[in-house]
């Protein structure tokens, strides 16, 4: 009975955001512009980035790639706090903030629609779409706009403006690194 109480409650959390977000939509907008890219290695004994990069081709034709090497492998216990933030005076937290049991939730991606959501923004451009443990190196590629467009405007419509998408990930329960994707929509 708790399981399904929680469950219930999660479920509505999400709908009331999704309800939220539409009011806030004027027009739907389709354009999203990658414009910054953030790594940072909190312990440099678990994992360190080897790159983490973004590349312009031309100003529409962005992408970003990242490969992170791990050094205390296999690794079976991961947790991803996934935060978003809108540039208002600063960037102040915006709409979503959750965390998951990121080897529960690859087994039950249905588990967090939330998670899900931003998990299908890079899952098809990455190695880490498997289940636990992991046991090499883990990478990004070619992550490019066009990513994210279909799942910021066609999935769920976002207003225009800055925004940083904001990932902490933690392994045995300590902070291990923090990626942060700063892009616009207008
Ligand atoms: C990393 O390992 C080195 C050598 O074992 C140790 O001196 C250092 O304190 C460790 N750093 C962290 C952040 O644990
Ligand atoms: C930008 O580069 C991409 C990939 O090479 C290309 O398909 C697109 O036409 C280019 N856009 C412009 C405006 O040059
Ligand atoms: C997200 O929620 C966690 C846990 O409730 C909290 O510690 C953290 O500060 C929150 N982050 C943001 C950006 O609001």
């Not at 409650?9 to 004027?26: A, D, P, Q, Y």
Request: glycine letters at 2%.
């Amino acid at each position: 009975m708790k399981h399904r109480h929680f469950k219930v409650n999660r479920n509505m959390h999400f709908s009331v955001g999704f309800l939220v977000t539409m009011l806030l939509i004027r027009k739907v907008h389709s354009l999203v512009e990658i414009t910054n890219f953030k790594c940072e290695s909190l312990d440099r004994n678990f994992s360190n980035f080897e790159y983490c990069r973004i590349k312009s081709v031309n100003r529409t034709y962005k992408y970003v790639s990242l490969k992170v090497n791990l050094f205390q492998t296999p690794v079976n216990q991961v947790k991803v706090n996934t935060a978003l933030y809108k540039r208002l005076n600063g960037y102040k937290p915006f709409l979503y903030n959750v965390t998951v049991d990121g080897c529960k939730f690859l087994k039950n991606q249905n588990s967090s629609p939330v998670a899900k959501y931003i998990f299908g923004i890079f899952k098809d451009v990455s190695n880490i779409n498997h289940f636990c443990p992991y046991d090499h190196d883990i990478f990004v590629e070619k992550l490019s706009a066009e990513n994210i467009n279909f799942q910021i405007t066609k999935i769920l419509p976002f207003p225009e403006g800055k925004y940083m998408l904001q990932m902490h990930w933690f392994a045995y329960e300590i902070n291990r690194a923090i990626i942060r994707l700063y892009y616009t929509l207008t």
